[in-house]
């Protein structure tokens, strides 16, 4: 009879009753606060890690609660500025904070690693994250800068900045300015209203469903992905695409291709030239009678040979204020005309979308397809 059993040692059995007692579950805390709040305040959350997750509620009540870890948020502040910290008491494991405040509350976050969703605030959102999916609802001004993770960003009236390495990135609702710039991310844009949208991505399709607005100007760049653009049937545009080896096609839409942009930007430039060589021809004869006006009036007396070499050196010194001069205008020029590249085999396009007129909407990839229509039902080739 084997009695090794019967004489375990006490503090083994006590350490094992221990880890099986229903209380060693129950070191996770939870913390509740709650504060005063003026209207319009801002409350700035940060996090090491445990998801946040953000609601509005009652005015003028500010409610925290902390779950997890052996950490309770420590609130700070008064009126119209609060920080919540969740990462200087955590101890062990993640805290997830829940948080609820006024309509109209400035939201900042700061997190390490967790979940973050913001909901209903009709005021500014501001997100920097390392990782963790990000959703943000009913909000005015949006900004997010995060390493990985997921971003959806519905109904927000005032623009959104977003700035990615890893993560798809989902925007519907939105009015304002776009600009968002992603590694590798699959960006879709629905029902935007907007004047200016900058999309760049390094690696990832980009999918727009939106109309465009005849004053504005729209930029969608993806060096490894399709960019898909589906627009109302009436939709109108000046299409600029730029690919090294994809198609552009459409779905049902009229594309009716107009000289190369690379043509169409040589006679512009030689058209600037030509009035900057009748500008510059206008300002020397304007300089140079003014000159004369005041040489004539002038009581010194000077023989033909110095008076010859006064004016050759006025005439040189007028030339070099001049060129100075619409050298200034020329780079002003130059900043408000479009430039295509002609380099290697990538290839510049230039079509009319719909009726004549429209915004410009510039497209470029390097690899990918472009395709254009009202209907997503497949394509046809240009």
Avoid at 54 to 59: L, W
Avoid at 163 to 178: K, P, R, W, Y
Wanted: proline share 2%.
């Amino acid at each position: 009879m084997n009695r090794s059993v019967k004489y375990v040692p006490f503090t083994v059995g006590l350490a094992a009753a221990l880890l099986a007692a229903p209380w060693s579950v129950s070191a996770q805390s939870r913390s509740d606060t709650t504060l005063s709040i003026d209207a319009s305040a801002t409350v700035e959350i940060s996090s090491r890690g445990g998801d946040i997750r953000v609601r509005t509620g009652a005015d003028g009540r500010l409610a925290v609660r902390s779950d997890g870890g052996e950490a309770r948020s420590l609130v700070s502040g008064s009126g119209r500025a609060f920080r919540i910290d969740g990462s200087r008491d955590r101890l062990r494991g993640d805290v997830d904070l829940s948080v609820e405040l006024p309509r109209g509350t400035v939201v900042l976050i700061r997190s390490h690693s967790g979940d973050i969703s913001v909901a209903g605030t009709d005021a500014d959102v501001e997100v920097r994250s390392t990782s963790g999916d990000i959703a943000v609802t009913n909000a005015r001004q949006l900004r997010v800068a995060t390493v990985a993770g997921d971003i959806i960003a519905r109904t927000i009236s005032d623009g959104v900045r977003i700035s990615t390495t890893s993560g798809d990135i989902v925007l519907e609702n939105v009015t304002g300015d776009v600009d968002v710039a992603g590694t590798s991310s699959d960006i879709t844009l629905r029902d935007v209203t907007s004047r200016r949208v900058q999309i760049q991505v390094v690696s990832g399709d980009v999918r727009w469903t939106s109309g465009f607005d005849d004053s504005g100007r729209y930029e969608f760049n993806s060096h490894s992905g399709e960019v898909r653009l589906q627009v109302p049937a009436n939709a109108r545009a000046l299409l600029d695409v730029q690919s090294f080896s994809g198609e552009v096609s459409t779905t049902d839409l009229p594309l009716i291709l107009l000289p190369s942009p690379g043509a169409a930007q040589r006679d512009t430039t030689a058209a600037e030239q030509r009035e900057r060589d009748r500008e510059r021809s206008r300002l020397r004869d304007s300089v140079r009678r003014v000159l004369q006006d005041s040489m004539r009036r002038s009581d010194t007396s000077r023989n033909s040979r110095d008076s010859a070499s006064w004016e050759r050196n006025l005439e040189r010194s007028v030339s070099q204020l001049v060129e100075s001069v619409l050298s200034g205008v020329a780079e002003s020029l130059s900043s408000l005309s479009l430039s295509f590249s002609d380099a290697g085999n990538s290839r510049a396009r230039r079509f009319q979308l719909g009726a004549a007129g429209g915004p410009l909407v510039s497209v470029s990839t390097f690899s990918g397809n472009i395709v254009v229509g009202s209907a997503d039902t497949g394509s046809r080739r240009r």
